[in-house]
């Protein structure tokens, strides 16, 4: 079946710094990508949504210029998380699919820190 | 833009016993409708979807039931095993490929 690969799976940064999490379907393309963010005990929030070679479409609230998302090709997807923050600390999680097939694919999700 | 509502927040059964899950969506346009699983730390896997041409699908210990006209989605599941605990997410789509709008979640707790 369909692989999203999500790395890294934690990571701790300090105040000020970015962090980088790369999305990448293994065994199939995916033209569209979506990134949720989750805090504990609640549910997915969709923050945006890249297609292969076009601009990310940003949910209302979330800042673009805070949360980088770049799909350059059809297998990879990255979200870096700019001027990272203790209230930006969360788990994040992407998601993909293939097109013409049924479901979504989702990764293992980054759980990020900020100290 | 579409609305999911999930309930219950929190549901504990005995091991044998049925679960269900309740959803209902606002958006008439949505046809997409899936139910995930997710365990502490991972993200969620799919356990069953169903589309809105039908009003039922299962796939051996697990159903789920669509009524469009009163815009809701059930999942039920039979023959609970304390491997069934987790946080079960329901969520809809309006279009194909389209953005998934998830409920609340629901935690689910199967007792030995």
């Known amino acids: 079946g369909a692989v999203v690969s999500q790395h890294p799976s934690w990571v701790i940064c300090k105040s000020g710094t970015s962090v980088k999490i790369e999305c990448r379907s293994l065994d199939f393309q995916a033209t569209t990508m979506f990134w949720y963010r989750q805090f504990p005990k609640q549910s997915l929030m969709l923050m945006a949504t890249s297609n292969e070679g076009s601009k990310a479409t940003y949910e209302q609230g979330v800042e673009k210029d805070k949360f980088l998302i770049n799909h350059a090709s059809l297998t990879l997807s990255t979200l870096t998380v700019t001027s990272a923050h203790p209230e930006d600390s969360s788990f994040y999680i992407c998601?993909?699919?293939?097109?013409?097939?049924?479901?979504?694919?989702f990764g293992s999700g980054t759980r990020l820190t900020v100290v | 833009g579409e609305n999911v509502e999930q309930h219950p927040s929190t549901l504990s059964v005995q091991e044998g016993d049925s679960a269900v899950i309740k959803c209902t969506y606002s958006d008439s346009a949505s046809n997409y409708f899936p139910w995930y699983k997710q365990e502490l730390g991972k993200g969620p896997q799919l356990i069953i979807d169903?589309?809105?041409?039908?009003g039922e699908k299962k796939d051996q210990r697990i159903a789920v039931t669509l009524n469009k006209t009163a815009k809701h989605f059930s999942l039920h599941i039979t023959e609970t095993q304390p491997e069934d605990s987790a946080v079960y997410f329901c969520a809809a789509s309006i279009r194909e490929g389209g953005k998934l709008i998830f409920g609340q979640g629901t935690e689910l707790s199967v007792k030995p």
């Open positions: 169903i589309r809105s041409n039908v």
């Open positions: 998601s993909a699919r293939e097109q013409g097939a049924d479901g979504y694919t």
